[in-house]
């Protein structure tokens, strides 16, 4: 115990040493633990706040829709990662087949990635049908049976993918299996 004690007094000890050069305003404050995905953010010299780098929306993601339940969504809250746009219909059988992947692909990267289902060419019901029996409700799906979000991507038939990088530049639009889609979402991420 005495042993504890004198150890807790030269650390203080320690520390108020080594702090005693700083001026009072200058504390450090940790900042949060960063993903590799967001950049670190910075501390004000004034304030000794901590602030997010602002993040540039770019017009890719300039976009607004419903989810499957009809509550807004705003792609600009997608700005600043990786992001990848799936195109499709809920009787689509290509379709069907990709949700497992889609799922374990959000699962294994979604803190560093955005995935966003785009439904069209159908009815609510059976997208919701689609979501719930193929397990893919980890992943936030518009329902764009009007084609407005498919107009702006130029989206012409189902499953398409539209990957975008972390400035929102498309990298690819077109139809991804399996494998080319995981080796999109780890270079995305790397």
């Known amino acids: 115990m005495r042993r504890r004690a004198l150890l807790a007094a030269t650390a203080g000890v320690l520390l108020t040493a080594a702090c ?11 900042p949060p633990p960063s993903t590799a995905a967001a950049p670190a953010p ?6 000794g706040a901590t602030q997010a780098p602002p993040v ?4 890719t993601l300039k976009f607004s829709g419903k989810t499957l339940d009809g509550k807004p969504f705003d792609a600009t809250t997608l700005a600043g990662k990786p992001t990848i746009l799936w195109f499709w219909a809920p009787w689509c059988a290509t379709c069907a087949s990709e949700a497992q992947s889609v799922r374990d692909l959000q699962d294994e990267f979604g803190s560093r990635l955005n995935f966003l289902g ?23 799906h518009l329902d764009d049976q009007a084609g407005r979000i498919w107009k702006k991507f130029k989206i012409t038939e189902q499953s398409l993918y539209v990957v975008l990088d972390r400035a929102g530049t498309v990298v690819t639009t077109g139809y991804l299996d399996d494998l080319q889609l995981t080796s999109q979402v780890k270079s995305l991420v790397a």
Do not use: C, W, Y
């Open 118 to 140: 785009i439904a069209g060419m159908g009815g609510n019901r059976d997208m919701h049908q689609f979501v719930k029996d193929l397990e893919v409700g980890n992943v936030t």
């Open 56 to 59: 540039t929306v770019p017009a």
């Open 42 to 47: 910075s501390v004000s010299a004034s304030s």
């Open 20 to 30: 005693g050069s700083e001026p009072e305003e200058a504390a450090f404050v940790e």
